[in-house]
């Protein structure tokens, strides 16, 4: 098993906007020294909590700091861009990087990002679809670009001078392009079924609970089934909000306090979701009625706490009624206490891993 990091930052409105930016990249430029793998920024343009517009942007900060993370969009929220500005930003960010970018790439989970965008009651998901094929098209066909669409119109026919460049579009430093992942929330998702398909790597978000995520990899395999090529759990990575401490007491006083980083972050996500009518995720029972799914309950189900030992056993747990996911990808939060959160950090790439890796390799 291999880890990772993933952050879509939420931090308290009140938090210096300047210094919370120090903190995601510090996090991140910590994970590199640690030897996490691969570290993913989400991003969302209006929202004083989640304070990240453009994870290529920030993802191109890091580029010449870090050596060895291979660095993600956690994703790019195509409706919400023209697919010209992100191809050609992806590719500047692929050679920044010298191959180290993972494309991950969505619709969008912000409704005030949607509203703002003008797409609140557009069909997103075709939005998307029509956005990433005409990025592939871009990448791989020659100018002038000629691409049709019912959202978009990409076209260089009347302005292309190839003997002095102009009209032309840059590819990415892989070819044919960088590897592209979806993140998965809900149970069952079709979408995962199409990702495989197209050959694109499947992320299964921390909010959502493991019983849920359980149902994705059979989807994965199905789609893969469908592409008749060999599904490999190395493809699939899985996200959850870990803390690890010294010992238990503490993990537990820190995860689960609802007004601490782990608390803010749930209770930030819930107000959200509940406002759009949209608190299914949060539930293990579908049929759970919204006044019972409260802070307490999410927290006590979706963080993964404890002391190196008992952080062994439980991602060993989740491994084995999961089955063999690639990565796990840790994912960053507030830093209440940014000597804890460090730790946590520490602890787990150190300590937890090579634990886990070991008993993994002795069944």
């Not at 919370?20 to 510090?26: G, I, N, P, S």
């Not at 799914?293 to 993964?304: A, G, I, K, N, W």
């Amino acid at each position: 098993m291999k880890l990772g990091f993933f952050t879509m930052p939420i931090h308290p409105a009140s938090r210096d906007y300047t210094q919370t930016l120090r903190e995601d990249r510090e996090a991140v430029l910590l994970a590199d020294r640690l030897g996490f793998a691969e570290a993913f920024i989400g991003e969302h343009f209006t929202d004083l909590c989640e304070t990240i517009p453009s994870c290529l942007s920030f993802i191109a900060s890091l580029a010449h700091d870090t050596r060895q993370i291979r660095l993600g969009s956690g994703t790019v929220n195509l409706p919400n861009s023209h697919p010209v500005q992100v191809a050609a930003h992806v590719s500047m960010i692929d050679h920044l990087l010298e191959g180290r970018f993972l494309f991950g790439i969505g619709p969008g989970g912000l409704r005030s990002d949607w509203e703002a965008m003008g797409n609140l009651d557009a069909d997103r998901n075709a939005m998307f679809v029509e956005a990433i094929e005409q990025i592939l098209a871009i990448w791989t066909e020659e100018a002038p670009y000629n691409l049709k669409g019912r959202y978009w119109t990409v076209s260089t026919e009347q302005t292309l001078i190839p003997e002095a460049g102009q009209g032309i579009i840059l590819p990415p430093f892989q070819k044919p392009h960088p590897p592209i992942l979806v993140t998965a929330i809900a149970p069952h998702s079709r979408g995962i079924v199409a990702a495989a398909e197209r050959g694109w790597s499947l992320i299964s978000a921390n909010f959502t609970h493991t019983k849920w995520i359980a149902t994705h990899w059979p989807k994965y395999v199905e789609g893969c089934e469908r592409a008749e090529r060999m599904p490999d759990p190395a493809d699939w990575r899985v996200a959850r909000s870990i803390f690890v401490a010294e010992e238990d007491a503490t993990a537990r006083r820190y995860a689960l306090d609802p007004e601490g980083a782990y608390g803010y972050y749930y209770w930030n996500l819930m107000t959200k979701r509940r406002r759009g009518n949209a608190l299914g995720v949060f539930k293990e029972d579908p049929e759970m009625p919204d006044s019972e799914c409260t802070l307490d309950y999410v927290l006590e189900r979706l963080v993964l706490w404890g002391s190196v030992e008992t952080m062994v056993e439980k991602i060993l747990a989740l491994r084995q009624e999961l089955g063999p996911f690639g990565t796990l990808l840790y994912c960053g939060h507030d830093w209440v206490n940014p000597e804890l959160a460090r730790r946590s950090m520490e602890l787990l790439a150190t300590e937890v891993l090579p634990r886990v890796n070991q008993a993994l390799g002795e069944t």
